[in-house]
């Protein structure tokens, strides 16, 4: 038995006693019992009650492939070659990785219900609770070199934008990778882009994008974590994870279909309509530098644009970090 049967059989929110939950899954109550110490460290609260079980408070919806699959159109079913669903997993980035290695990896999608070592931009880590966010991945590759890849990211942001917006979300964008909202404490980050790139500058490339998407998080993480953060629990609680996914898998196929035939300019415009800071001052760290200025937007290579001293500078995501001016 693992922990995540025991938190699929207990996703109904139900109380469920340890006698029956043992026999479901073909253990003791004592081992049972072991188990259910161990969801709290996953972000799970579980009540108990005597003559009732336990149960639990606020339970995540599993990933299901079945279900995943079968919201799909037929031309998504027919381009996606492998859907993965992990229940652990060190980075849902580095198993596709690691399949463009073994030859595999375009058109697979890598989900996972807990992340031990996911990774935001420049190695930040990923923080993860078990069924608490969305982890995916799609794996692509590209018969063109790296360079024609600028502002894939972005673009990336774009369709996630589309998506949240759909459900009701109000959605900006934060350049280069950032998915924020505005809440009553001001701005909160909802999620994040990561694209890792494998290939030659001018020949076939790999592409691993990895998007996160927190759901729902327990006190205990939001204070751990060190910055604002919001979830779709709150914003959307309508929404299902499982449609969720479903979408982004159909969202980034056509996508991804379309930019390398056309680049990033398509979805410049879009981009620019979600910026969080368009028209508004900027503080741009580079290194131990710090210039101010108004941001602009991007251009059609996803360069952010920047008005310092009444001259336009543009800025590649790899060079700066962005926040709001005073």
């Not at 018969?143 to 502002?151: F, K, P, Q, R």
């Not at 759901?215 to 929404?239: F, K, N, W």
């Not at 449609?243 to 996508?255: F, G, Y």
Request: proline letters at 2%.
């Amino acid at each position: 038995m693992s922990v995540s049967d025991l938190i699929r059989l207990m996703s109904d929110g139900a109380f469920h006693s340890g006698e029956a939950l043992g026999k479901e899954i073909g253990v003791s109550r004592t081992a049972v019992w072991k188990q259910l110490r161990k969801l709290e460290g996953l972000g799970l609260s579980v009540e108990t009650a005597r003559g009732c079980g336990y149960r639990l408070l606020d339970p995540p919806e599993p990933l299901r492939g079945g279900d995943i699959v079968a919201n799909l159109s037929r031309t998504a079913r027919q381009h996606l070659r492998h859907l993965f669903v992990e229940d652990s997993i060190g980075s849902t980035n580095t198993f596709l990785l690691e399949r463009f290695a073994q030859g595999a990896g375009h058109a697979e999608v890598c989900l996972a219900e807990w992340q031990s070592a996911g990774r935001g931009r420049r190695g930040r880590s990923f923080y993860s609770e078990w069924g608490g966010n969305i982890h995916f991945s799609i794996g692509w590759q590209f018969e063109s070199g790296v360079g024609a890849l600028e502002g894939l990211s972005l673009a990336v942001g774009v369709i996630m934008a589309d998506l949240l917006s759909n459900q009701g979300v109000d959605i900006q964008l934060k350049w280069p990778n950032d998915l924020l909202v505005s809440t009553s404490e001001g701005v909160s980050k909802l999620g994040g882009v990561l694209v890792e790139v494998r290939g030659d500058t001018s020949g076939p490339c790999q592409v691993v994008i990895g998007v996160g998407v927190n759901i729902r998080l327990s006190e205990q993480g939001q204070a751990g974590i060190g910055q604002s953060i919001a979830t779709l629990s709150e914003l959307a609680p309508h929404v299902s994870r499982n449609v969720l996914v479903s979408a982004m898998i159909e969202a980034h196929i056509k996508m991804l279909e379309r930019f390398e035939q056309t680049g990033f300019a398509a979805w410049r415009d879009r981009w620019n309509a979600y910026h969080v800071y368009q028209g508004r001052a900027v503080r741009i760290y580079q290194g131990n530098t710090v210039s101010e200025g108004v941001a602009k937007g991007v251009d059609d290579t996803g360069n952010l644009m920047v008005s310092i001293g009444g001259e336009d500078k543009r800025f590649a995501g790899g060079e700066v970090s962005l926040r709001g001016g005073s």
